[in-house]
């Protein structure tokens, strides 16, 4: 279809703040009064706090309040009520905030923090779920089960499994009797850190009105402020919380996290903004880490490669608090199958309670992990049955007229796996594949992928349009800016929707709950196809009530009426129309009585019939696929055991591109990411439960040089809920990456690994075992 | 102790009272509230906070503000002209180099360091200039694409 805005590649509107140092992140805000807090954190991962002298630090130059959680005594989160703002009389993790020094500065308040003295008593420390579900082992929660939770979730009192979910399609593992061939391993995607250029930070001002005001470097503001008010028990319109531009968050910045810390810092000094933000080291250890999914699969598939039963465990480190890591764990689990057809599954997933930062969302949330286990499966059935990968993938793909893990069908309108498919294989494994030369081997691997978003009843998108004078646009929307774009979007679907040049389109900039329109929170990939939708429902509005005016106007009916971006005029006779500017305020009759509404609309919208599990743990819970393909072509070093990606293949099959640019940055981004993980990236925690490498120096993100070089394509099949035809893009990019670069290893060197990252060292050992 | 320290920053001429050991990041963003230069890391790794100091791209967060005395610095704030983008700016600008936007202004001021002292730096001088500095957002070829943009543009208005 013929688009005048969509499929084009605008610049994006925050382009020029962003390249002249202008673009107002947080920790550029200052606000009369500031103060700085600077905040304690354990020596111990797990322990009871006995005692907390903060004399000497009160005494210290600049400190305006020593805070400690002494008297905290409230819960909060979002999905389980586990998190404290502070610890009270006991630590669970490394970065948990013990105490606090509001100073005039940062340096004062640091100072200040490093003479508090605490008495702990050590308790075990559980850094592997699979330590922490052991029969005897201390409960990190002794509360377990007792907390506020949705009614979906299921914790399991007097373990530390924080929740269970269960899911069983057809006979479960009954299926596997139709098997003639079984193959059962694990996969470890170890923890890993969102690791934005920006760290995580807030202000919060408690006001002598007794409202509070609040800046978070977030994707929620809408969670912030229902949360905050909860715990402080004033009405939700008297929290007003900000979103400055974000400097990236791929996951950590979502769901509520350090804002509540610093709002009970601030709660000790009303009338004063309190600013913190997290060094590189607590942005690894304070605010949230991701992955940690221990996957144990077992697949059974007949003879000739139909698959038949998949049965799977998804072992879920969930950190100290659980809020944020059980739908984590809920997604990896019933997206497991990856884009494969199962009649029987068996899956279980299961949120553990550890001592390690919490867990929460990573960009792509839980699906890079558990299709990790899925993709280098497939490999490895493939084998097993003698078969070819792509052929035994082929017969199984979620395509058409199949019916996913959730018991959801899927349609044409979901996308075309086999499409996506295709042109990988072919760009990629038709042509020969490079022979081992002196120092290197070299080696192709596949994945196909699918993700939907983990979802919730509410999660939806408001819009609020407003026409001008002159017919120029104004839109307002609660989607967070971190970097993806969606600004540049909601222009080109805006013009295309009200027919407007997107340069005449001006798109909110800063986030602000007084103002934006009630949005649930940006996440899951859904801001295109979520908010495009509500774009257009909201756009269609105003062109109603330009008609309704013009109707009032030209003496005729509103069907008889069409418009054009510029008039709104009668179908049969184009000549008899009224500009927008002369309706864009209500009309103004020639002796001054002004007629019709003023042209502002406002919409939402949410994915259709989005629903909770049923006892079977299915539902239609993904509603929103998109399917792709992706290839790495590697290079190992002999001497050293190095991985080289040269070249990174991806095709996804999106529905409709609704910006070139773009898409292109977030698969090339989205691939790069989880290079690093596959290849670099891994919290490394001691038995003690300390994290060794909180810093870019000992945590590695790929730098320019490591980034491989990559092809790009999208194939077009229109989805029905997103604008134009588009579904979500943004987090898919991050799944194929880890397998197809170990299905490479193994084309290379016939050396199967489970576990990511692949280092050098790894590699090089078993290189001389295969030896 | 607290010195009195003279540089020009973006054309100004500034004298600063402060500790000469306390880092140029903190002068700049605190000090003279230029937020533009960013913070990403604890120990120099991530090139956010890069500036030019006296024609070279040095890292704020390293550099003691006492090196800069009697210097000339620029910071990203003084890169454009008015409403007009330096070629850099314009180029990252519109070759998709900028998602979040916060190792932005670091990569540009590194580019400025190179490319305007060697505009016909090589591809692999480049390549190393931006290796200095992490990005988690584009994975890096739309800033590549924007560096040789730039270039070109540079050399072109060179030879004039
Ligand atoms: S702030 Fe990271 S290198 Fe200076
Ligand atoms: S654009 Fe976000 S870190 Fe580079």
């Not at chain 1, 008495?119 to 579900?133: C, F, G, K, S």
């Not at chain 2, 916060?102 to 505009?119: A, H, R």
Request: with cysteine.
């Amino acid at each position: 279809m013929e688009y005048k805005y969509i499929g084009k590649s605008y610049i994006r509107p925050d382009a020029i703040s962003k390249v002249t140092g202008k673009a107002i992140y947080l920790d550029d805000i200052r606000l009369p009064g500031m103060l700085h807090a600077a905040i304690l954190h354990p020596e111990y991962a797990h322990a009871k706090i006995i005692n907390i002298d903060t004399s000497q630090a009160e005494l210290m130059p600049g400190v305006v309040k020593v805070v400690t959680g002494k008297n905290c005594n409230f819960h909060y989160g979002d999905n389980i009520k586990d998190l404290i703002p502070i610890a009270v009389d006991r630590v669970r993790h490394i970065g948990e905030p013990v105490a606090a020094v509001v100073a005039d500065t940062v340096q004062n308040a640091q100072k200040a923090v490093e003479k508090i003295r605490v008495v702990y008593e050590p308790l075990p420390v559980y850094v592997d779920a699979r330590d922490a579900i052991k029969k005897d082992s201390t409960l990190i929660h002794e509360e377990n089960g007792d907390y506020w939770h949705l009614p979906t979730l299921n914790p399991q009192p007097g373990t530390n499994v924080a929740n269970l979910y269960q899911l069983k399609k057809g006979k479960g593992s009954g299926g596997f009797e139709d098997a003639d061939v079984v193959i059962e391993e694990e996969f470890l995607y170890p923890l890993g850190s969102c690791a934005a250029i920006e760290t995580h930070g807030s202000i919060v001002w408690f006001k002598e009105d007794n409202t509070i005001e609040a800046w978070s470097s977030s994707i929620c503001p809408f969670i912030i402020r229902d949360d905050l008010a909860h715990s402080y028990g004033i009405p939700v319109s008297q929290v007003r919380v900000h979103i400055p531009e974000i400097g990236g968050c791929f996951g950590y910045k979502s769901d509520i996290t350090v804002e509540q810390t610093i709002a009970y810092i601030a709660s000790f000094v009303p009338g004063y903004p309190v600013k913190w933000v997290a060094s590189r080291a607590e942005d690894f250890t304070s605010t949230l880490l991701g992955h940690g999914i221990r996957t144990k699969m077992k697949i059974g598939a007949k003879k000739n490669g139909k698959l038949v039963a998949i049965k799977a465990e998804i072992l879920h480190s969930g950190g100290a608090y659980a809020d944020t890591s059980v739908n984590v764990t809920i997604a990896a689990t019933h997206n497991c199958t990856g884009p494969y057809e199962f009649e029987h599954c068996d899956l279980t997933g299961l949120t553990v309670y550890t001592n390690t930062p919490p867990v929460g969302a990573f960009r792509g949330y839980g699906h890079q992990e558990s299709q990790f286990a899925t993709e280098r499966m497939m490999e490895l059935l493939a084998r097993k049955l003698g078969m070819d990968s792509f052929t035994l993938r082929e017969m199984n793909y979620l395509s058409e007229g199949k019916v996913n893990s959730l018991g959801e069908t899927m349609w044409k309108l979901n996308g075309d796996i086999k499409a996506c498919s295709d042109k990988v294989k072919d760009s990629v494994f038709s042509k020969d594949k490079l022979n081992e030369d002196e120092n290197y081997f070299y080696g192709r691997g596949f994945a196909a992928v699918m993700k939907s978003p983990k979802g919730a009843p509410f999660s939806t998108k408001g819009c609020y349009i407003k026409m001008n004078i002159d017919g120029s646009v104004n839109i307002n929307m609660g989607g967070a800016e971190v970097g993806q774009g969606l600004r540049t979007i909601v222009a080109q679907i805006a013009g295309e929707a009200l027919k407007i040049a997107p340069e005449k389109i001006r798109v909110y900039t800063e986030l602000d709950t007084q103002f934006s329109p009630y949005e649930w929170q940006t996440i899951g990939s859904m801001f295109t196809t979520q908010g495009g939708r509500a774009i257009i429902r909201a756009a269609d509005k105003l062109i109603l009530i330009l008609k309704q005016t013009a109707a009032q106007v030209l003496k005729t009916d509103v069907d008889f009426l069409d418009y054009d971006g510029e008039f709104v005029f009668l179908k049969n006779d184009p000549s008899v129309r009224v500009s927008i500017e002369e309706i864009a305020r209500g009309y103004i009759t020639s002796d001054g009585i002004t007629i019709g509404e003023v042209a502002q609309s406002v919409s939402d919208a949410r994915l259709p019939r989005y629903s909770n599990p049923d006892k079977n743990g299915q539902g239609s819970m993904g509603v929103e696929y998109t399917f792709g393909a992706q290839a790495a072509e590697i290079r190992i070093e002999k001497k050293t055991g190095k991985i080289f990606v040269d070249h990174f293949t991806s095709v996804f099959d999106v529905g409709q591109v609704i910006n070139p640019l773009q898409i292109r940055g977030s698969v090339l981004g989205g691939v790069t990411i989880s290079v690093g993980a596959t290849l670099y990236e891994k919290v490394e925690f001691d038995t003690e439960g300390k994290i060794l490498n909180p810093q870019f120096f000992q945590y590695h993100i790929p730098t320019n040089k490591e980034a491989p070089k990559q092809t790009i394509e999208f194939i077009e099949n229109p989805g029905s809920v997103g604008p134009f035809g588009a579904r979500g893009i943004g987090e898919h990019p991050v799944i194929g990456p880890a397998p197809a670069i170990l299905n490479a290893i193994y084309d290379a060197v016939g050396v199967d690994f489970f576990e990511i990252p692949v280092t050098p060292e790894k590699m090089k050992k078993a290189l001389l075992e295969k030896q | 102790m607290v010195e009195k320290i003279s540089f020009s920053i973006n054309g100004q001429p500034r004298e600063v009272e402060v500790d000469p050991e306390m880092m140029l990041i903190d002068v700049i963003r605190e000090v003279l509230s230029l937020t533009g230069t960013k913070h990403g890391c604890d120990n120099a790794t991530c090139g956010t906070c890069t500036v030019i100091l006296n024609g070279k791209a040095v890292k704020s967060c390293n550099t003691p503000v006492k090196k800069a005395s009697n210097g000339t610095l620029l910071t990203i704030e003084g890169l454009a002209k008015g409403k007009e983008l330096h070629p850099i700016q314009k180029s990252i600008a519109e070759s998709g180099a900028i998602q979040c936007g916060f190792c932005t202004p670091g990569i540009v001021m590194e580019l400025y360091g190179l490319l305007e002292s060697k505009p016909e730096a090589s591809e692999t001088e480049i390549n190393n200039a931006l290796n200095k500095h992490l990005c988690r957002c584009t994975g890096y070829e739309p800033i590549q694409d924007g560096a040789l943009m730039a270039q070109k543009i540079i050399i072109n208005r060179k030879n004039y």
